[in-house]
């Protein structure tokens, strides 16, 4: 069986009767919804989404920074007031 990682639970069938009360009613809190007691999905608010994929981007750039800065030595050195 899998863990469900949210406090707060709810079934399809429960999110397609009243979806906004189901949201206000978690206060903000992700929502697992079940499908036979199952996680099928969780259900986040816009603001958390959007902070998870600032954070995400924000991820993959370090690593594009740490993969880049071992190529250091491949590195042509530029003047600012050159260009």
Do not use: F
Not at 14 to 31: F, Q, S, V, Y
Not at 36 to 59: G, Q
């Amino acid at each position: 069986m899998r863990q469900v990682l949210s406090s707060c639970s709810a079934s399809i069938s429960e999110l397609k009767k009243n979806p906004t009360a189901l949201l206000n009613e978690a206060e903000g809190a992700p929502i697992a919804i079940l499908n036979h007691n199952v996680p099928a999905a969780y259900l986040i608010p816009a603001e958390t989404y959007e902070w998870l994929m600032d954070k995400l981007e924000d991820s993959e750039l370090a690593q594009t920074v740490r993969d880049r800065a071992g190529e250091k030595e491949n590195a042509i050195e530029v003047n600012l007031d050159e260009l």
